[in-house]
């Protein structure tokens, strides 16, 4: 079945780096469009930035642009975000999630939770 | 960029009741507009796409309705398992907003 596991998260110190993975399986994964969307704690959700399927496409939320950056490796079925610079408000649970042309973010990863603290 | 506003940001209803949740864009856009259901401790699951296209698996009472600015998804008749935090978003362009939710909680 169509699965995404993300990995990667964990505590880490204000204006540290962290790189967060997520793994695909059960679809192409280099047909689909990857999102990152984060969640702070009792907050709503947060879109975070998109990555076309060839990865020549990226667009960043305002918030997190010149600190993120988005990648995948398709013959891994992986996608990356790599968080620096980081902020007590980049403290939430980050989601990735599959979308194609037309189609919404269907289905969700589980999450990983990031804590910016010293 | 698009702003996506809900109302309202929380509700408390009976089982069987109708219950409708608006979703309103600062300006008009295509209808790429999706709703996901959260429940407690869960991630988001896609419930409605393309305004109002009920995804595989989705209980019928679900349904949306709207275009250009103003969206709306409807529950029929409300069930305890419905308890959640429902998010529209938008989807046409980057960046793809979402509203800020609706707790629907059960009296």
């Known amino acids: 079945q169509v699965q995404l596991v993300e990995s990667g998260g964990g505590v880490v110190q204000p204006g540290r780096s962290l790189r967060l993975s997520c793994t695909a399986s059960?679809?192409?994964?280099?047909?689909?469009?990857m999102h990152w969307v984060r969640q702070a704690p009792g907050k709503g959700l947060e879109w975070v930035a998109v990555?076309?399927?060839?990865?020549?496409?990226?667009f960043y939320a305002d918030s997190v642009k010149g600190r993120f950056t988005i990648s995948r490796d398709n013959s891994k079925s992986t996608l990356y975000v790599e968080m620096s610079s980081l902020r007590g408000d980049d403290t939430a649970v980050y989601y990735c999630?599959?979308?194609?042309?037309?189609?919404?973010?269907?289905?969700w990863g589980q999450g990983t939770l990031v804590t910016v603290s010293s | 960029d698009i702003q996506m506003t809900q109302s309202p940001s929380s509700l408390s209803a009976s089982v069987g009741d109708r219950v409708t949740i608006t979703c309103r864009a600062s300006?008009?856009?295509?209808?790429?507009l999706a709703w996901y259901q959260q429940k407690p401790g869960k991630a988001p699951q896609l419930l409605i796409s393309?305004?109002?296209s009920l995804q595989p698996g989705v209980p019928s009472r679900f349904s949306g309705s709207g275009s250009g600015t103003d969206f709306t998804l409807t529950i029929s008749s409300l069930q305890p398992e419905d308890l959640a935090t429902y998010y529209c978003?938008?989807?046409?362009?980057?960046?793809?907003?979402f509203g800020q939710g609706t707790k629907v909680e059960i009296k």
């Open positions: 999630a599959r979308a194609t042309y037309g189609v919404p973010l269907d289905p």
């Open positions: 059960g679809f192409t994964f280099s047909n689909y469009q």
């Open positions: 990555i076309s399927f060839d990865g020549r496409n990226i």
């Open positions: 300006r008009g856009f295509s209808n790429y």
């Open positions: 393309a305004a109002s």
């Open positions: 978003q938008k989807y046409d362009e980057a960046p793809w907003a």
